[in-house]
């Protein structure tokens, strides 16, 4: 009989089929078309595993709940991670920030964002998961501003005023976010409330 060598480990054998990825991303999709398209207090987790082909015990394991499961879906749409501040100017650094933020929200469907917002007043639970998440969106959009250049607040201000005249631009005016808007909105709006005097 042989003994294990201090330090050594035994581990049970693996059991169970591995994880179906493609399974996975399924039940994601499907929760975001049924998402835009009935909205979050209609949207149900049978609907989503009629959808999807996927058993309801198959996405109660994975997500303990539909707020779960929506934060899950919403992080997989997500878009890449924002530019590094490159520019030689804070005015060259907020411009490239703010294109790629509008061109982010601009890319989400109307629908879909409705539907969460909704959401998120009605379902604590979703608003807690949803406003983490946020959170870190916004540290890793500002992050890279350098500080010595901002009024002191200043990245927390961006992250707030810029996302909000975007949204109003593409949901309530249903105007594009072109070259022009978002030379206005780096100009006219965020320039003058975060360079320091």
Do not use: N
């Not at 002191?152 to 005249?165: Q, R, S």
Request: net charge negative.
């Amino acid at each position: 009989m042989s003994t294990l060598a201090s330090g050594d480990v035994t581990r049970p054998p693996a059991t169970g089929r591995p994880r179906d990825h493609t399974r996975d991303l399924a039940i994601l999709d499907a929760t975001l078309s049924l998402l835009t398209e009935v909205g979050y207090e209609q949207l149900s987790i049978e609907a989503v595993a009629g959808r999807s082909g996927a058993a309801k015990t198959t996405i109660y394991r994975r997500y303990r709940d539909k707020a779960a499961l929506v934060t899950a879906a919403i992080e997989h749409r997500a878009p890449a991670k924002p530019p590094q501040p490159e520019g030689e100017s804070l005015r060259e650094d907020v411009h490239s920030l703010a294109t790629w933020l509008a061109r982010s929200i601009s890319e989400q469907d109307v629908g879909l964002l409705g539907a969460m917002f909704t959401g998120m007043r009605t379902d604590v639970r979703l608003a807690q998961e949803m406003r983490h998440i946020l959170r870190q969106d916004q540290s890793a959009m500002t992050d890279g501003l350098a500080a010595e250049r901002l009024t002191p607040g200043a990245a927390a201000l961006f992250a707030e005023v810029a996302p909000a005249v975007i949204l109003h631009r593409v949901v309530v005016v249903g105007e594009p976010c072109d070259a022009d808007f978002v030379a206005h909105l780096v100009d006219d709006i965020l320039m003058p409330l975060l360079r320091r005097p």
